[in-house]
């Protein structure tokens, strides 16, 4: 039997490294604040980050999960233009430290409408909270722009288990509008080690933000993942 048959309760945790951040644009407020990608001028410190999430699963198909993925990266050197970030000015060639952080929150059902002994793939909706904070900070000035608000996010799995021990994993959420987007996605495989305990790797991504009246920001972070699966 794999990982995932006849599962009901299952918890995985995820943790690895933050391999990057090929943009993270900046502009708070988005009218009258200087745009800012803080790659182009800082550099990223070497981040580890941990995720949890326990699921549910009703007949097979039905799955219901709660996800808390909290983190922070923070990026230090120094700034190659003024910036006015949320009200406050903040120098150029002066030693600065920017703090991301994006937490997050979510509550999924999703359907599984293929469950085959080879492929599974299912559907669904997830409630995502964000709490996100924007800090700068030097030796003379500091401000930070906290923002909480509710995403409404598509839920989709694929699994293509070629035995009873291996499977590759596509999954994640995304949506996009008018005002923004949101892509966390997971591309891997995973290993039953025996009916109970099983280890994954692969590589995630979370890309998206939000052009708003108060903030503009998109962002684009890359993980190396690595993973244990428990099967309750």
Not at 9 to 22: A, I, K, M, Q, Y
Not at 86 to 102: C, E, G, I, K
Not at 164 to 171: C, D, G, N
């Amino acid at each position: 039997m794999g990982i995932s048959a006849q599962a009901q309760l299952r918890l995985d945790l995820e943790s690895g490294l933050v391999l990057g951040t090929p943009y993270n644009e900046i502009r708070i407020p988005n009218q009258g604040g200087t745009y800012v990608n803080l790659p182009d001028n800082l550099t990223a410190k070497p981040t580890a980050f941990y995720r949890a999430r326990l699921s549910y699963t009703i007949a097979n198909r039905h799955t219901i999960s709660l996800l808390y993925a909290p983190l922070t990266v923070r990026y230090q050197g120094e700034l190659r233009q003024d910036v006015n970030f949320n009200n406050q000015l903040f120098a150029a060639n002066r030693p600065t430290n920017v703090d991301y952080t994006f937490n997050s929150y979510r509550l999924t059902y999703r359907y599984e409408f293929i469950n085959r002994n080879k492929w599974q793939a299912g559907l669904g909706l997830t409630a995502k909270i964000r709490d996100a904070n924007v800090q700068f900070a030097n030796e003379s000035a500091r401000s930070n722009f906290p923002n909480v608000g509710f995403v409404p996010l598509v839920n989709v799995n694929v699994v293509y288990k070629p035995d009873e021990h291996w499977r590759i994993w596509l999954e994640g959420d995304a949506l996009g509008s008018r005002f923004g987007r949101a892509e966390d996605i997971f591309l891997g495989g995973a290993y039953a080690i025996n009916r109970t305990v099983g280890i994954k790797a692969g590589y995630r991504v979370v890309e998206g933000g939000a052009d708003v009246d108060e903030v503009y920001n998109f962002t684009w972070i890359n993980y190396a993942s690595v993973g244990l699966l428990l099967t309750l």
